[in-house]
């Protein structure tokens, strides 16, 4: 820690100078944010496996449209968080899709196929 003459203080690792009291400001702000982020975390988080846990139990219940947005929803659910069932929901949504005949639904079966593959880094595979 280095004193200036004017009143400032520089603490290790900090660039420029600041005082005792915005010091502990930053400090004081710095765990609220780093509690409020973690909390957010792990809400939203909570949130999105609910949502999971309850298109899977309608998946059994439906068919034909019904059956393909779950699907698609499903796997737009699982980007990033699981690629391999982002590809498997998104292909059983566009087989749906293709069978139906519903353009609208292939486009975005086929968009979130896609994703899926570019996040595994099958680039080849996305153009499919």
Request: glycine share 8%; net charge positive.
């Given at each position: 820690m280095k004193k200036y003459e004017n009143?400032?203080?520089s603490f290790p690792g900090q660039i420029g100078a600041m005082t005792h009291s915005q010091f502990k400001l930053c400090q004081f702000f710095g765990?609220?944010?780093?509690?409020l982020s973690i909390y957010f975390l792990?809400?939203?988080?909570?949130v999105k496996g609910q949502k999971i846990d309850s298109l899977k139990a309608l998946i059994s219940e439906k068919f034909?449209?019904?059956r393909c947005d779950?699907?698609?929803?499903?796997?737009r659910e699982y980007?990033?968080?699981?690629?391999?069932?982002?590809l498997r929901y998104s292909k059983e949504a566009l087989n749906i899709a293709r069978q139906i005949g519903d353009?609208?639904?292939?486009?975005?079966?086929?968009r979130i196929k896609s994703l899926g593959y570019r996040r595994l880094e099958e680039m080849d595979s996305s153009m499919k």
């Open positions: 009143g400032m203080t765990k609220r944010f780093m509690a792990l809400c939203f988080g909570t034909g449209l019904e779950i699907l698609t929803e499903l796997a980007v990033d968080v699981d690629n391999k069932l982002t353009s609208l639904r292939i486009v975005k079966a086929a």
